[in-house]
């Protein structure tokens, strides 16, 4: 069981990444699956979910209207655009994934079973 986080790398702000959260060892369509991200010095926090059973969204508050989770099963891949870029959204970047259907707190590390390795996405001019 795997997960893989690619993606990342620097941007300038207003610009737009991809990321991407290939599953190997395991059919990621049974899962949720969080998108997390730790800056230097903080805290790790979630960023965003989508649930496996209704394909439910959830989003942090600072990065409505700016990221946007998908999946694509046939490629057992979660997806975040982000679009928008500011530099307080520098970080890396984690996947993590639970089985089963929807949960109380999604942004929650403590939902998650698997966790992929993170990639750095840095915001700078």
């Known amino acids: 069981v795997q997960l893989q986080a690619s993606g990342g790398g620097l941007v300038q702000p207003g610009g737009s990444l991809r990321l991407s959260c290939a599953a190997s060892g395991f059919t990621l369509n049974y899962y949720g699956v969080g998108w997390f991200r730790q800056a230097p010095g903080k805290e790790r926090e979630g960023v965003s979910c989508?649930?496996?059973?209704?394909?439910?969204?959830y989003y942090l508050d600072s990065v409505k209207g700016r990221f946007t989770i998908s999946r694509d099963n046939s490629k057992n891949t979660v997806y975040l655009q982000m679009n928008s870029l500011k530099p307080e959204d520098t970080a890396v970047y984690y996947c993590?994934?639970?089985?089963?259907?929807?949960?109380?707190?999604?942004?929650?590390?403590?939902?998650?079973?698997?966790w992929g390795q993170g990639t750095q996405v840095t915001v700078s001019s």
């Open positions: 989508i649930s496996s059973s209704d394909e439910s969204t």
């Open positions: 993590a994934a639970y089985r089963g259907g929807n949960r109380s707190t999604p942004l929650l590390q403590h939902e998650y079973d698997y």
